[in-house]
């Protein structure tokens, strides 16, 4: 079975500094999509970024990326220049081939201004 | 983008009541929805897949005659929660598979029974 595995449940980072989220995973797929949702208070799930599996090339969205490390299966998520607005939980998430989806536990992000 | 819209967004019902949380797909048709459940602080656990026109698969642990689910139409699924009792109070999350973004997310819907 997937797991998702994220170690840190709480993270703060100082505004306009950056910020990595750890996530890690376990799988026997080799076909496979990653995610990272951010759950604002209003606990609505928002897409941050998504990795297909078969791309080297690590996903990037402005202020966010991705350090992708297949054979380690890790999927870690760098914040750059954050900003209060990002102060969130962060969810790692994986799709397997069959659409499934499993989340990790989350990570809390603070932004000190 | 694709919205799923989801109501109602709180509902507080007495113990031994049912209520329906719907989920619809405002500008695209989705085959395939899925019904989650959050306890407070904690992640998302999914709790169903709901394909249009057949039955519901249920994960395992999650019981299917009290969480019915029905998906009718490509635009609405529904998750009636059947005798709820105060250990249903969660938040149920549904979402819809897009295949060009991964998934869709409604608002939630917080269920208090009292």
């Known amino acids: 079975a997937q797991t998702v595995t994220q170690s840190q449940p709480e993270m703060s980072v100082q505004e306009a500094e950056t910020v990595t989220l750890s996530c890690t995973y376990d799988?026997?797929?080799?076909?496979?999509?990653l995610f990272w949702y951010k759950q604002p208070p209003s606990r609505q799930m928002i897409l941050v970024i998504r990795?297909?599996?078969?791309?080297?090339q690590n996903a990037t969205e402005n202020r966010f990326s991705v350090n992708f490390q297949k054979a380690a299966k890790s999927f870690s998520l760098k914040i750059s220049d954050s900003q209060l607005g990002d102060a969130a939980m962060y969810f790692c998430?994986?799709?397997?081939?069959?659409?499934?989806?499993?989340f990790g536990t989350g990570t809390s992000l603070t932004v000190i201004p | 983008g694709a919205v799923v819209s989801q109501h109602p967004s709180w509902v507080i019902c007495k113990s031994g009541t049912s209520v329906k949380i719907e989920c619809r797909s405002l500008?695209?048709?989705?085959?395939?929805m899925f019904w989650y459940r959050q306890f407070p602080k904690q992640s998302l656990m999914l709790m169903a897949t709901?394909?249009?026109?057949?039955?519901?698969?249920?994960e395992q642990g999650v019981e299917k005659d009290k969480f019915l689910i029905n998906h009718a139409s490509l635009t609405l699924s529904t998750l009636t929660v059947t005798s709820a009792h105060p250990e249903d109070s969660s938040f149920y999350i549904c979402?819809?598979?897009?295949?060009?973004?991964?998934?869709?997310f409604g608002s939630g819907t917080r269920l208090t029974v009292v």
């Open positions: 979402s819809a598979l897009l295949r060009a973004y991964g998934y869709t």
């Open positions: 799988t026997s797929e080799s076909d496979y999509y």
């Open positions: 990795q297909e599996a078969y791309k080297q």
């Open positions: 998430a994986y799709r397997s081939g069959g659409n499934q989806f499993y």
């Open positions: 500008d695209f048709q989705a085959t395939t």
């Open positions: 709901s394909n249009e026109g057949s039955k519901a698969t249920y």
